[in-house]
């Protein structure tokens, strides 16, 4: 089995415009940011990425893909010099029927006029 130097779970802070992404990660914490930081000073080798469901991160990863500082793995992720970064989003899930309904356990759908909404 091989052995990893990891960290699966680094917010986005804001965008390189300084559009907010992440509202109480730090400024500083852009993609590219997280990436070259990583790789270059902390020498990790794989960074999970939270928050890449942003339209405006996701501009930003295809702009270094297409300067080709960064390049797109085969099999998954992306490359950045020594350091494969694996894009994330923070899915919340919620039950779709809520527990107040007598039925919410049975729930697969909302039927019309169900009080649990």
């Not at 590219?32 to 999970?48: D, F, L, Q, V």
């Not at 494969?84 to 356990?105: D, F």
């Amino acid at each position: 089995m091989n052995e990893y130097f990891a960290d699966l779970h680094i917010h986005i802070g804001r965008t390189e415009k300084g559009e907010p992404v992440k509202i109480s990660g730090s400024r500083d914490l852009t993609f590219y940011n997280i990436a070259r930081e990583s790789s270059e000073r902390k020498g990790i080798e794989m960074i999970g990425i939270i928050d890449c469901q942003s339209p405006a991160v996701q501009d930003e990863i295809v702009a270094y893909l297409d300067k080709g500082e960064m390049a797109e793995l085969e099999g998954g992720g992306i490359r950045y010099h020594r350091t494969t970064v694996l894009l994330g989003s923070r899915v919340w899930a919620r039950p779709i029927c809520s527990s107040s309904c007598p039925r919410w356990r049975q729930c697969k759908i909302l039927p019309p006029g169900c009080p649990g909404i």
